[in-house]
């Protein structure tokens, strides 16, 4: 009877499979859904006001929710509105008028930069009488505030609200992962381009993608750009799919208004995308009328972020909440050269106040499964794509070395390695697309290969995310018995609940991602084609 009811349990699970990958609607549907467990895992795992500049972005949307666009900027703070944060964290900020029991969101100081200290030491409570309130991100553009904000503005003030603000978020950021890899699915083999997805999605990644936090969207819209964008630049020779179009735009839309940065990170993302277009491809681009007006609209999302920081003083040194450091312009190059590999772990997973690093297992999958893709893109791939790829490595290291160092002296190393990220996924993604080729040798296209891969994965983020929960919990260090059977600090859903949810969900991502099959012009799923973009690719090179 038991093997009769596993085999019962396989077929149904097998047909369900099938009624997943039956069309595009149900394929999104799906990879949203998946998303949606890791990021909200991630949600419910996290302390309030555990990540980074928490309380002034949750201050600052609920502030835009009431109508209030800039505040007022302060010089001092008193004790009462710093709660337990030092006066240098909130230097420059902007001070608004919310309900008192916003004060004691900065009360996550208590444990804030310290790893070994547990977050039950913070309290979200106060009364709904009107103060003055500090939030650093009150310049910061609006967007992204005005969505959340909104959203949870009919909930009543307090850990129901602000929880609702983080739902939000991870959907959104859900979404605009489903999309990207509806992109990919129209390569030769979108395993491996899925591979590209799943390593440019790091634990950083869902992570921010998890709190109140702009990162948290800009980074799944970078993704997204990244994606649909390679992704059409090889088709544009056969057709230029408005499908695609819309996709661009939207992610691209997005990326440029969630943060200050965003302007900027489309500039070398476009120039990127235009220099890999498919022989032949220019021509049908230029006659898309879709793709003008989508261009079109980006431009204008960039101008009205422009705009917006220009007038609101967004990169005003005189404000910052960084430290200056008085050395010569020679030192200062060396030294932000030199902080490549701190960032690069941000990247991959520091999380908190950046006080909980991965551990270094995580960070070594990660490196062996990048290395691992790059290696097959060169020796399969298209040159173009791997040529892209290596440049944009070399941009995300250069990038932070010349905003850092002309500001030194004013805002110190201000840069943290998720600043990077919408660039800096770009490489995995050009990787892994690359490698999605027809030519890929038969000993590749096997399972194992994929499956190796994606062990890796799942072994990575699962510990980044038990280290998370157990820096919360017990401390960074704290007993690991103890974090099973007598915690100090617990998640709503508890632990082992929250564990095993994203467990399950990322394991079946990874599994969704690398078994992906390619599709044809319309969605429809062809496991015969190669992909519409592959077959250009291949003609050109």
Not at 386 to 402: F, G, K, M, S
Request: hydrophobic share 55%.
């Amino acid at each position: 009877m038991t093997l009769t009811l596993l085999r019962r349990l396989v077929t149904g699970f097998r047909s369900v499979v099938a009624s997943a990958r039956r069309s595009p609607r149900s394929r999104w549907w799906t990879t949203f859904g998946l998303a949606s467990i890791l990021c909200l895992s991630w949600t419910f795992a996290t302390p309030l006001f555990a990540a980074p500049d928490e309380p002034a972005h949750v201050v600052r949307a609920v502030s835009l929710a009431r109508g209030t666009i800039l505040g007022h900027t302060v010089r001092h703070s008193t004790p009462a509105e710093r709660g337990s944060f030092r006066p240098i964290d909130l230097q420059g900020a902007y001070q608004v008028q919310l309900p008192e029991i916003y004060r004691s969101a900065y009360s996550a100081g208590c444990f804030a930069f310290k790893a070994d200290t547990t977050a039950n030491c913070a309290s979200f409570r106060g009364s709904g009488r009107s103060v003055p309130v500090l939030t650093t991100a009150g310049g910061l553009p609006p967007a992204y505030y005005a969505v959340v904000g909104l959203m949870a503005r009919p909930l009543p003030d307090g850990p129901a609200a602000i929880y609702w603000m983080r739902v939000v978020g991870a959907l959104i950021a859900a979404a605009l992962l489903a999309s990207a890899v509806a992109s990919i699915e129209r390569t030769a083999h979108p395993g491996l381009a899925g591979a590209g997805i799943a390593v440019a999605v790091t634990p950083m990644v869902l992570f921010l993608s998890g709190v109140v936090n702009p990162s948290g969207v800009e980074i799944p819209a970078a993704v997204t750009v990244w994606a649909t964008g390679v992704v059409l630049a090889r088709e544009a020779p056969v057709r230029v799919d408005r499908r695609l179009v819309v996709r661009l735009a939207v992610s691209a839309g997005v990326l440029a208004l969630a943060r200050p940065l965003g302007p900027l990170w489309l500039l070398p993302i476009g120039a990127t995308l235009l220099a890999v277009v498919a022989r032949g491809g220019w021509l049908h681009l230029w006659r898309s009328a879709a793709l003008r007006l989508g261009a079109a609209a980006v431009a204008a999302c960039a101008v009205a972020q422009v705009v917006w920081d220009a007038a609101a003083g967004t990169f005003n040194t005189a404000t910052t909440n960084t430290v200056g450091v008085h050395i010569p312009v020679i030192d200062a190059t060396r030294s932000a050269i030199g902080l490549a590999l701190t960032r690069f772990d941000q990247m991959i997973g520091v999380f908190g106040w950046l006080d909980t690093n991965s551990p270094a297992l995580t960070t070594f999958l990660w490196i062996a499964v990048i290395g691992t893709l790059l290696t097959v893109a060169a020796l399969v791939g298209d040159g173009r794509l791997v040529a892209a790829a290596l440049v944009t490595a070399v941009l995300t290291v250069l990038v932070p070395v010349a905003l850092e160092v002309p500001n030194v002296h004013a805002a110190g190393f201000f840069w943290q390695g998720r600043y990077g990220l919408p660039l800096a996924v770009g490489v995995p993604i050009l990787a892994g697309i690359a490698a999605a080729t027809s030519r890929l040798p038969a000993s590749l296209r096997t399972g194992r290969f994929l499956a190796l891969l994606g062990a890796a994965l799942v072994v990575a983020q699962v510990l980044a995310f038990f280290q998370a929960l157990r820096r919360y919990a017990v401390g960074a260090h704290g007993s690991l018995l103890l974090f099973w059977l007598h915690y100090s600090w617990a998640p709503p859903l508890t632990a082992p609940v929250v564990m095993l949810a994203f467990t399950l969900a990322y394991i079946g991502f990874v599994a969704w991602l690398f078994t992906l099959q390619p599709v044809g012009p319309r969605g429809e799923v062809s496991p015969a084609s190669t992909g519409v973009a592959d077959r250009v690719g291949a003609s050109a090179v």
